[in-house]
């Protein structure tokens, strides 16, 4: 068959060539590893109990309101010598400030002023602010339901409408909030995989002038076209199989710590797997058939750098629910994977139709890319490259 020494050929090149293999290993662990860190320090800073340094201005006035911020796992610190100078330099994130009258007040039942001393164009401070916010009206909310029953009077008289939320969501549908850029790495990992092998083994070759000699092998085009485009396939599809099981690794995040659940099943790294390898047919042929018009590799690469924005804007239209996921979707190149693994993010797989659908259309335009291609190679120009 004069697929396999085509076959072999770009093979033993691509495995000599490291270029192609640095990005094929060190791609697949940079998404994940960096959404990893940075989940891990978004936890530690949130969850419940979390460590929080909290400077308190007049501490002594206000012994209740500190009683409840510790209880709420909030250390207080002794205030800088000038809060307001020390905020607003950075140095410290927030200050809280209780006035000498706020005991006087409190025990004429007026209401009692404290300031939270933030800078609001800091935004690492902003859970902080919240955090501390929330204990503090809590506490009033509390103090002003005692005033009303120590006036004989109902607390449900203050509130005429009670609204209860019931959330529906599972801890793995919060979870997807986070996890909602997955499929962009997936995707751009399986572009970047094969994109080396498809410059070299096209632009590469004619530049350093090993195409012509292989056209005139007994070897029709399109089996020449097919090895070249199978190999940076294989390349990219073990790029984006790296990527979708070191997902696994999620399973460090402390997510439990929030209510969260980042844990994806073998079945669903198998079936996310299962969704993307179609595409690696897809951005091969697409790549081989972009190398083959480029006069040089430099050209080819150009090209490919800008074409990356493929897989990144459905990764984001989904990510970002601007498009609500519906089978059909499916059916779309790059569109239909992101679909499919963001479903699987979310806990809502779709249907085995879906997948089939997005396969079976994703491998139908690779093979007319292919064909396109193997068309091109038996002109002049292509070859030769004038």
Known sequence: MALWPVLVKELLEGLRDRRSLVPLLLAPLIGPLVLGLALTQVIQKTAPGAHLDLPVVGAEHAPGLVAELERDGIAIAAAPDDPFE????????????????????????????????????????????????????????????????????????????????????????????????????????????????????????????????????????????????????????????????????????????????????????????????????????????????????REAQTYLSLSILLPVIPSLLVSTAMIKLATWMTAVPILGQSVLFASIIRGEPMPAFAYLLSAASTAACALSFVELTAWLFRRERIIYGR
């Open 86 to 297: 020390s905020v607003r330099s950075g140095s410290v994130p927030l200050v809280l400030v209780i006035p000498e009258g706020y005991a006087r007040r409190f025990r004429e039942a007026n209401t009692a002023t404290v300031e939270l001393l933030v800078d609001s164009a800091r935004t690492d401070t902003a859970r902080a602010r919240a955090r501390v916010l929330t204990v503090i009206r809590a506490h009033a909310q509390v103090l002003g339901r005692q005033r009303l029953l120590a006036r004989g009077t109902a607390p449900s008289v203050a509130e005429p409408i009670a609204v209860q939320e019931v959330d529906m969501a599972t801890p793995r549908k919060h979870a997807a909030l986070f996890l909602e850029m997955l499929p962009m790495f997936v995707l751009i990992a399986s572009f970047v995989g094969g994109a080396q092998i498809a410059s070299d083994t096209t632009a590469g070759e004619r530049e350093r002038g090993s195409l012509e000699p292989l056209l005139i092998t007994p070897v029709p085009r399109r089996a020449l076209v097919a090895g070249k485009w199978m190999i940076a396939a294989a390349f990219s599809a073990v790029a984006a199989m790296l990527t979708t099981i070191s997902l696994t690794a999620l399973r460090l995040v402390p997510a439990e710590r929030i209510g969260l659940s980042f844990a994806l099943s073998a079945t669903e790294i198998a079936s996310a797997i299962a969704a993307v390898l179609p595409l690696s047919l897809f951005f091969s042929a697409a790549q081989i058939l972009v190398s083959s018009v480029s006069r040089t590799v």
